[in-house]
C-alpha cells in the first residue's frame, strides 16, 4: 500500500507562500483571462492553487467547478478554501474529468506517488507503468455542464489525459466558446489538439504568440475560439 499524503494542515501554506511561485506564466495567464462574474473550471486542480486564484478573479458573483479525483487532495482544496473565505465560490468535485464512456475509471499514482501526479492513464510522465490504488467516479465536462449552460474558461492539467478531457468537451466547445489554458504533457495529449482546432480554436504559447498548427509540443498552450485576440493584443 502506498504511504499516506502529507496531513492537509501539514500540506497548507500561508496565502503569500511558496505556492505564489507554482508555473508563474500559468498564473499569469489565468489571472489576465479569469473576469467578474466568470464560470471557470479548474480541470486537475491538485491542492488548489489555481482553483484559489480563479476564484478570487471571478468574484462572489462567479462560479469555480474544481475537478480533483483524488480524495486527499480534495480534502486539501477545500481546507484551502475555508481558510481564504473562498468557499462559496467553488464547487469541488471528486471526480476524474474522462471522455464520458465509463462512469468510472482507476486512479494511478505518479513517481514516488507524488500527490502532484496522479493521473488515469496507467503510468507515470517518465512513461513507467504503474498499479491502480482507487476507482473514482468519471465525468465529462460535456455533462456537468448541459446545453445552454455558461463555461467561459477552463484550465486543464490531467497529466497525459488531456485529449480524454478533450473528447468529452466537443459540444461545450462548439456552443460555449471556452478560452483553456492546457498543459499538454506528452505527445500522445499533443496529438488531441486536432479537437481544438477542428472546433475552430486557435493556439498560443503563455506570451501570446501564435503556435503553428504543425508545431512540435508546446507543454503550456491558450487555446482560444478563432477571432478572440490573446490577452495583451
Known sequence: MLAPLLRVRDRLR???GPEDEHEPAVQKLLNSLAR???VCADVGANEGVMTELLARRVGKSGRVVAFEPHPDNAAVIRRRLEQRGLGRRVTVREEAVSD???STVSLYPGRHAWHTEWNIRGHDIDGRATEA???IPAVALDAVFPPGSRLDLVKIDVEGAEGLVLAGMRRLLAEARPALV???HDADAWASRAI?????????????????DDADRVYHCLALPAGTPPPGD
Do not use: I, N
Open 14 to 16: 500561508p496565502a503569500t
Open 36 to 38: 467578474k462574474g466568470f
Open 100 to 102: 464520458g464512456s465509463a
Open 133 to 135: 490504488v482507487l476507482e
Open 182 to 184: 492546457v498543459e499538454f
Open 196 to 212: 481544438l482546432l477542428d472546433a475552430g480554436y486557435r493556439l498560443y504559447d503563455t506570451s501570446g504568440t501564435p503556435v503553428a
